[in-house]
């Protein structure tokens, strides 16, 4: 049983364009939801978070919506770059620092 | 400074062969993790220890063994490997006392089993 379901699983957008990814969990005990961003050979490193106390947070070119009562929350990158092609994790934890429940990812491939 | 370090890089050894996986975090962190990467990417916990003392056992087969020697390290022993065992392993690290909770990953170890 998946707690935490991500789409799409691929995505190819084109320099400039907007990618869209979307994650919806199950336990509502869930309070910390972090995405992560995963480039070939390497581990995943931490790119956003947010809380359930907000609805939407930016980091730059990086926003997360956040919708607590449908549980589900997406990430939005804007102007999007061939640097930013990678694997995109969302996941989910009880809270900030426990383990981390991760989404299926999304490979994303951004075309110059 | 590498934040959390795993060795080695790649690992490719034969059915029935035992093998550990090393990691060290200089972060001061007090909680470390073993994450398993299979074939199509999917990310599972496998082990969490808080100051060395084991907390989460996701269902693992007995074969794998973690053992804490003290809150900067967390190494993985495996016995018996099976094909299945081939996937990629990251070890993580975090604090449970901070105000972010991030959780730093280290390059993986891409086990691979003949």
């Known amino acids: 049983q998946q707690q935490v379901k991500q789409s799409p699983q691929s995505l190819i957008v084109q320099k400039g364009g907007i990618s869209i990814i979307n994650c919806a969990y199950e336990?509502?005990?869930?309070?910390?939801f972090p995405w992560y961003q995963q480039f070939p050979g390497k581990g995943p490193a931490l790119l956003i978070a947010?809380?359930?106390?907000?609805s939407e947070k930016k980091e730059g070119r990086f926003t997360i919506s956040f919708n607590k009562s449908a549980k589900q929350f997406s990430l939005h990158i804007m102007d999007s770059q061939p640097g930013d092609s990678a694997t995109y994790f969302c996941?989910?934890?009880?809270?900030?620092?426990?383990?981390?429940?991760f989404g299926g990812g999304t490979r994303v491939l951004v075309k110059p | 400074d590498t934040a959390v370090s795993q060795t080695p890089k790649y690992l490719v050894t034969q059915m029935g062969n035992d093998k550990s996986i090393k990691c060290e975090q200089n972060l001061g962190h007090d909680t470390m993790y073993w994450y398993k990467q299979d074939s199509k990417k999917f990310l599972k916990i496998m082990f969490s220890y808080n100051n060395k003392e084991l907390i989460i056992n996701e269902t693992v087969p007995n074969r794998f063994s973690p053992k804490s020697p003290d809150k900067a390290h967390l190494n993985l022993h495996i016995n018996s490997l099976e094909l299945g065992d081939s996937a990629v392993y990251f070890c993580?690290?975090?604090?449970?006392?901070?105000?972010?909770?991030?959780?730093?990953f280290g390059q993986g170890t891409r086990l691979t089993v003949v």
């Open positions: 947010i809380r359930p106390d907000v």
């Open positions: 993580a690290s975090s604090s449970q006392r901070g105000q972010t909770g991030e959780a730093f």
């Open positions: 336990n509502t005990a869930f309070d910390y």
């Open positions: 996941a989910a934890s009880k809270a900030a620092g426990n383990k981390l429940t």
